[in-house]
């Protein structure tokens, strides 16, 4: 009986393999059949998914907040933006590579 499902296709999945989110490290069951290059938990998935005109919408999005948290006191808020930022623009250069 698998205790746990893969975060993929759903299917039942018990086995820890080591995959990581790309964005915070946390753990991602997946099984062999959904693995890839640069894999998401559920609360990054929006860090990887959409076509070149949707990342490239997402990554001015981020931009304009980055502008709107300025001062000392988003200095933790900016951080985390512009480490989206990058994880974003990993996707963008993977998406663009591919097409």
């Known amino acids: 009986v698998a205790v746990g499902q893969c975060e993929g296709c759903g299917g039942a999945h018990d086995v820890i393999s080591g995959i990581r989110c790309a964005y915070c490290r946390m753990h991602v069951m997946l099984c062999s059949s959904c693995e890839s290059c640069r894999v998401f938990c559920k609360l990054h998935q929006w860090l990887g ?21 300025a001062g000392p006191k988003g200095k933790g808020r900016r951080r985390s933006i512009r480490k989206q930022m990058h994880a974003l623009q990993a996707t963008l250069a993977t998406a663009t590579a591919v097409n």
Request: glycine fraction near 10%; aromatic fraction near 0%.
């Open 49 to 69: 998914v959409g076509d070149v005109e949707d990342l490239t919408l997402k990554l001015g999005q981020l931009e304009t907040q980055l502008s709107d948290n």
